[in-house]
């Protein structure tokens, strides 16, 4: 008889918890790619610099912010070309015109300050948001690297 009282009519205890988990991952924030992101030397695979991404009018850029080796932080773009020629490394916006489609972020374009090269751009956050799979290309996604970006806590410096 008590079983009776305590159990809904017309809904068992599984789909209630379903319904609720449902609703939990309903109301949740959507993550976002802003923030301070350390990233990574494509050749040794040691910590490179960090990145800055920011939302501008519902599209997302970065700029690099800092470096792990100190020589860096006077460096320009020398190879760079347009507006970003002879850019202040620490500062320089390497990343432009992001914008969320569906789980990825594409549309816009990334620069490679070494060689002065840009490349289409597409990234996806992880679903706990700690890491940015960062893809850089030419023509196709098949065409390009990846790499992977690790989020920071705010108060972090090189």
């Not at 009776?4 to 068992?12: A, E, H, M, R, W």
């Not at 918890?17 to 494509?42: H, M, R, Y």
């Not at 501008?56 to 080796?69: M, P, Q, V």
């Not at 940015?132 to 090189?158: A, C, H, K, M, N």
């Amino acid at each position: 008889m008590l079983v009776t009282i305590l159990k809904p009519k017309g809904i068992s205890f599984g789909l209630l918890a379903i319904f609720v988990t449902a609703a939990q991952l309903a109301a949740a924030p959507d993550l976002s790619p802003a923030g301070l992101w350390k990233t990574f030397d494509d050749h040794t695979h040691k910590p490179r610099g960090t990145v800055r991404i920011y939302e501008e009018d519902g599209r997302f850029f970065g700029k690099i912010e800092s470096s792990f080796n100190p020589a860096e932080m006077t460096e320009r773009c020398i190879k760079c070309s347009g507006n970003r020629k002879d850019v202040p490394i620490p500062g320089l916006v390497i990343l432009r015109n992001m914008k969320k489609d569906g789980a990825d972020y594409d549309g816009g374009d990334i620069l490679d300050p070494e060689s002065g090269s840009v490349y289409k751009c597409r990234f996806t956050l992880s679903a706990d948001g700690r890491q940015l799979q960062v893809r850089g290309y030419l023509g196709l996604p098949i065409f390009g690297r990846t790499q992977t970006w690790v989020r920071l806590p705010e108060d972090s410096g090189p």
